[in-house]
C-alpha cells in the first residue's frame, strides 16, 4: 500500500482495473459470439443397432430437442479396421435404408430404417449410419452476423452410430497376440479371435521389478475390435524406470472378459 501511494505505482490500480473489466467484456462477447455456430440439440436413439438372419430390419430415431427444425442428412457405411486398428469406411452395397434426407420438426423424432439384404453370414457384418446436420441458412446468417470471430465457425454435427449383423452362431474371443519393446516403448496386439466384435474398456501396463514390486503403470483408452482384426496399443516406459524392470503385464478388460500377456524385459530394450 505504501508503494501505490508514493511513486510510480500509482497508476497501477485504475489501468489493471480497466484491463481486467475489457477482458470480461471480451470474453463475454466472445462467448456470445461463438453460442450459436456451436448450439445443437439432435440426437440418435439406439446408440447401436443388432440385426440377425431373425431380425434383418431395425430402425433408429432421430431427436431433435431443439426450438428449430433440424435438417439432416443419413448415409450408412460398410465398417472396418486397418492395421494400425483405425476405422475404415466403404460403401456398403447390402443395406437399404430410408430417407436419406429428412427434416424433423422442433422437440420432434422421425425414424430412420435399416434393413440388410442377403442371407446370414458365418461372419459378423459390421456398419455405421451416418446421420450429419446440415446447417440452417439461419445459423449460417447468425455466424455471420456475429462479427469476424465467429465467422466460418457454423458447425455440422454428426453422429457415426453402429450397426452390427450377427452371424448364426456368434462366438466371442480375444487374444494378446504379442508384446515387445522397443527403444522403452512397449507395444501389445489385441486381436478378435472370435467370428463378432468385442469391445475393450481399458488397457493397462504394469511394469515390475525382479522382487515383484511394481515400478510403473500406464491406462490406455479401449475401442472397438471388430472380428478378424487386430488393434494395437503401447506405452512409454521412463528411460529411468525401464533398467530395473524384469516384466511388463499387459492387461485388456473387454465388456465380458479380460485378456493377458507378458513381456520378459531385456536390457536392450530400452533406451541406450
Same mark, same amino acid.
Given at each position: 500500500m505504501e508503494q501505490i501511494k508514493k511513486g510510480k505505482y500509482l497508476h497501477f490500480v485504475p489501468v489493471m482495473a480497466r484491463f481486467?473489466?475489457?477482458?470480461?467484456?471480451?470474453?463475454?462477447?466472445?462467448?456470445?459470439?461463438?453460442?450459436?455456430?456451436?448450439?445443437? %440439440?439432435?440426437?440418435?436413439?439406439?446408440?447401436?443397432?443388432?440385426?440377425?438372419?431373425?431380425?434383418?430390419?431395425?430402425?433408429f430415431s432421430i431427436i431433435n430437442s431443439d426450438l428449430e427444425k433440424l435438417n439432416c442428412q443419413i448415409d450408412v457405411k460398410e465398417w472396418s479396421q486397418?492395421?494400425?486398428?483405425?476405422?475404415?469406411?466403404?460403401? !456398403?452395397?447390402?443395406?437399404?435404408?430410408?430417407?436419406?434426407?429428412?427434416t424433423v420438426g422442433p422437440n420432434e423424432q422421425r425414424s430412420v430404417r435399416v434393413g440388410i439384404k442377403g442371407p446370414q453370414s458365418a461372419k459378423e457384418k459390421t456398419y455405421r449410419?451416418?446421420?450429419e446436420e446440415?446447417?440452417?441458412?439461419?445459423k449460417e446468417q447468425g455466424a455471420?452476423?456475429?462479427?469476424?470471430?465467429?465467422?466460418?465457425?457454423?458447425?455440422?454435427?454428426?453422429?457415426?452410430?453402429?450397426?452390427?449383423?450377427?452371424?448364426?452362431?456368434?462366438?466371442?474371443?480375444?487374444?494378446?497376440?504379442k508384446v515387445n519393446m522397443t527403444k522403452s516403448v512397449v507395444r501389445a496386439l489385441v486381436r478378435n479371435a472370435g467370428n463378432i466384435h468385442f469391445k475393450i474398456l481399458s488397457v493397462k501396463f504394469r511394469g515390475k521389478a525382479p522382487d515383484g514390486?511394481?515400478?510403473?503403470?500406464?491406462?490406455? !483408452?479401449?475401442?472397438?475390435?471388430?472380428?478378424g482384426m487386430t488393434r494395437p496399443y503401447e506405452a512409454t516406459v521412463p528411460k529411468e524406470v525401464c533398467k530395473n524392470l524384469a516384466?511388463?503385464?499387459?492387461? !485388456?478388460?473387454?465388456?465380458?472378459?479380460?485378456? %493377458?500377456?507378458t513381456l520378459n524385459v531385456q536390457k536392450n530394450m530400452c533406451i541406450q
Open positions: 481486467i473489466i475489457s477482458s470480461l467484456i471480451a470474453l463475454a462477447l466472445l462467448a456470445g459470439a461463438l453460442r450459436p455456430a456451436f448450439a445443437s %440439440n439432435f440426437s440418435i436413439m439406439p446408440t447401436s443397432l443388432e440385426l440377425s438372419g431373425g431380425a434383418k430390419s431395425g430402425a486397418d492395421a494400425e486398428g483405425k476405422d475404415v469406411y466403404a460403401d !456398403a452395397k447390402d443395406v437399404v435404408f430410408f430417407p436419406k434426407i429428412m449410419l451416418f446421420a446440415i446447417p440452417s441458412q439461419k455471420r452476423t456475429s462479427g469476424k470471430i465467429a465467422a466460418g465457425l457454423t458447425i455440422a454435427f454428426r453422429y457415426a452410430t453402429p450397426i452390427f449383423v450377427k452371424p448364426a452362431r456368434p462366438q466371442e474371443s480375444g487374444v494378446i497376440d514390486k511394481e515400478l510403473f503403470s500406464q491406462d490406455a !483408452a479401449g475401442w472397438y475390435v471388430l472380428q516384466t511388463i503385464e499387459v492387461s !485388456a478388460q473387454a465388456e465380458n472378459f479380460m485378456v %493377458n500377456g
